[in-house]
């Protein structure tokens, strides 16, 4: 096999109460990219739809983690790299991780998969720290495991993998604004009351549980940030109204996605997120922010692959 052809899907990060910790992946919105083998060595972007991205192979995240990949396999050949882009940069549902995490998974495929899922997930890791200023795992995880995520550590990297319920659908809004991940982050206080800390740790430990169980009052219960969104969500219109809006319709809970602007929300049915997508889509339409909708069923394959030749 010298081409692949790979989905690399949109993901939603933190989840509420999971700051930098936990994860889980979309499955109608992502990434499209075709990496072939080369008898060139080195790393080489060869084209990108879709966005205006760098294509200097040590500012691009998908050629950086895969240089990080290239540079420990020695393989003797290379690789060319194609990006299509259909998640919009500084859009909150991992569109840099779905390069990054796109990259590594392609070229172990192509080199008959010699690294597990841990070690590609600290390869991705190197490309979205170009991106985001600092090497974390929230996005790239779900991407390349699947489902629900949970990074235990970073160093070393330990990543655990949860149940999704059958019946878990997520809606996410986009508004057309950008937030970059680095600007999101530095507005986030250094430290934070004890109380606060205690509650936010409680709710993930209940979410956890809750996937486990298939307990959708205490997901529910559990979706509840008390350390970031207080900050964050002054950077997104409308953001209160969105969830409040959400959650009135049927939502289990609402949150930012990633550093946003994306807001998110989780439903115990696909007819409950649409009804909540279009409860989103009625805020929006009001104003004149440019947005777009998906409603997705939470993918547990992650990225996969479209075509092999």
């Known amino acids: 096999m010298n081409q692949i052809k790979i989905f690399s899907p949109a993901t939603v990060a933190n989840v509420s109460c999971g700051f930098d910790v936990l994860g889980f992946c979309l499955d109608t919105i992502g990434d499209d990219m075709v990496i072939r083998k080369t008898t060139e060595k080195g790393i080489r972007i060869s084209k990108i739809v879709g966005a205006d991205l760098p294509f200097e192979a040590d500012k691009n995240v998908a050629s950086v983690s895969a240089l990080a990949l290239y540079n420990d396999a020695q393989p003797d050949c290379g690789f060319e790299i194609d990006i299509y882009k259909n998640i919009k940069p500084g859009s909150g549902i991992g569109s840099s991780s779905a390069s990054a995490s796109g990259s590594v998974f392609a070229i172990n495929e192509l080199l008959g998969r010699p690294y597990n899922k841990t070690q590609l997930t600290q390869f ?72 606060n800390a205690i509650t936010q740790w409680s709710n993930v430990g209940s979410l956890v549980h809750a996937l486990h169980t298939n307990d959708y009052k205490l997901l529910s219960d559990s979706l509840n940030d008390v350390v970031v969104e207080p900050y964050r969500s002054q950077l997104i219109p409308h953001f209160d109204v969105v969830k409040a809006e959400a959650i009135k319709v049927g939502a289990l809970g609402a949150g930012i996605s990633g550093s946003g602007p994306s807001i998110f929300a989780l439903s115990k049915s696909k007819i409950t997120a649409e009804a909540v997508a279009e409860a989103m889509q009625n805020i929006y339409s009001k104003t004149d922010i440019s947005f777009n ?17």
């Open 293 to 309: 909708t998906y409603v997705s069923k939470i993918n547990t394959e992650g990225i996969r692959v479209m075509k092999n030749e």
């Open 124 to 195: 991705a890791m190197k490309g979205e720290a170009i991106a985001s200023g600092c090497e974390h795992a929230d996005n790239i995880a779900p991407g390349i495991f699947g489902g629900f995520t949970l990074v235990k550590s970073t160093t070393p990297l330990q990543v655990l993998q949860l149940p999704t319920p059958d019946n878990l659908y997520a809606t996410i809004i986009h508004p057309q604004i950008e937030i970059k991940t680095s600007e999101a982050r530095a507005i986030l206080p250094k430290n934070i009351p004890l109380q």
